[in-house]
């Protein structure tokens, strides 16, 4: 099976930041790969898919990139509303998720 | 606008079965797309149960070891998820979600719902 580890698990920054985090595959998973936004209390909300398509309605400030194992979520102009934890998510070989990457108020 | 609502008891023995109801609005399930399962606990994180097609067809988490069954019911627009054999490692918050696509990508998503595992 495929184990998705993300970096870091906690991210300090302030508005306006510009905000990377990585996810690695432990295999090869070309560009099945999404991103998703979970505030506290909600369901996990879908911002990127294969690598760097933006799901409808997600601001532009969110983009994706990567390929193979290696892979990141970039948000650049960091908002209020962003602070909140991100997952990574492969869909190459069934599916499983990374352990979350949590971004807080510096 | 498409809702799922999940539905079913917060508490399940262990060894016995644990069965949650996915309620479909603003959408049929006939149309299209796949539909299905995911929990997300304090230990296992986020982790992808499987995923059904209104014909019936699924996919499955290997790791659940054939634990878990989905079905349909078309005529209430709605799918379910049984688990049998449950201990305290089933503890999670259950959701269902629509898959976006062919893929095992979840676009819209149910509140949730939790579930302990329990003598």
């Known amino acids: 099976d495929i184990q998705m580890t993300q970096s870091p698990s906690t991210l300090s920054a302030s508005v306006g930041d510009r905000v990377t985090i990585t996810c690695r595959a432990t295999?090869?998973?070309?560009?099945?790969l999404a991103w998703y936004k979970q505030k506290p209390g909600k369901a996990p909300n879908l911002l990127i898919y294969k690598v760097s398509k933006l799901q409808s309605g997600v601001p532009s400030r969110f983009s994706g990139s990567g390929s193979g194992t290696d892979f990141t979520l970039t948000i650049s102009g960091l908002q209020p509303d962003d602070f909140a934890t991100y997952f990574c998510?492969?869909?190459?070989?069934?599916?499983?998720f990374g352990g979350g990457t949590r971004v807080d108020i510096k | 606008q498409v809702q799922l609502q999940e539905s079913g008891p917060g508490l399940v023995k262990p060894s016995e079965t644990l069965s949650l109801t996915c309620g479909v609005s603003?959408?049929?399930?006939?149309?299209?797309?796949?539909w299905g399962w995911i929990r997300q606990s304090p230990g296992k994180g986020l982790e992808w149960i499987g995923t059904i097609y209104h014909t019936g067809s699924t996919s499955y988490n290997p790791s659940l070891k054939s634990r878990a069954i989905l079905s349909v019911d078309t005529s209430k627009n709605e799918f379910f998820l049984k688990m049998n054999s449950v201990t305290a490692a089933d503890t999670a918050l259950y959701y269902c979600?629509?898959?976006?696509?062919?893929?095992?990508?979840?676009?819209?998503w149910g509140q949730g719902t939790m579930v302990t595992v329990s003598s």
């Open positions: 979600a629509r898959v976006l696509g062919g893929n095992v990508v979840f676009d819209i």
């Open positions: 998510q492969q869909y190459k070989n069934y599916s499983s």
């Open positions: 295999h090869g998973i070309s560009d099945w």
């Open positions: 603003g959408y049929s399930i006939t149309s299209g797309f796949q």
